[in-house]
């Protein structure tokens, strides 16, 4: 059972880029998956969460309207489209696997898989 996540890179302001996670060992169709992120001295922040099953979506206010998450079933990989980034999303992102779409963006001990994180780096 393995989750990886990439897509990462170096975009200025105002860029976008996208996040895959692709899934192996499981489907991704029973769970929901979250995208967190860390940034140098700080504390992993929940991101976003998507039901790959129903779609229903949730989104930390400082990314809303900016990054979308979906899934592609027949890929079995889940997506973070980031638009409009700021230099504030510099961080490295994980993407995670919970059987309840209930434990969101806050509840981190909810995710059973985790992948090993992508570096995305915002800056001119």
């Known amino acids: 059972v393995q989750l990886q996540a990439y897509g990462g890179g170096l975009v200025e302001p105002g860029g976008s880029l996208r996040l895959s996670c692709a899934a192996s060992g499981f489907t991704l169709d029973y769970y929901a998956i979250g995208w967190f992120r860390q940034a140098p001295g700080k504390e992993r922040e929940g991101v976003s969460c998507l039901s790959v099953r129903d779609g229903r979506t949730d989104y930390a206010p400082s990314v809303k309207g900016r990054f979308t998450t979906s899934s592609d079933a027949t890929l079995n990989t889940v997506y973070l489209q980031m638009n409009s980034l700021k230099s504030e999303d510099t961080a490295v992102y994980y993407c995670?696997?919970?059987?309840?779409?209930?434990?969101?963006?806050?509840?981190?001990?909810?995710?059973?898989?985790w992948g090993q994180g992508t570096q995305v780096t915002v800056s001119s």
């Open positions: 995670a696997a919970a059987p309840n779409f209930d434990y969101g963006l806050e509840y981190e001990d909810g995710y059973d898989y």
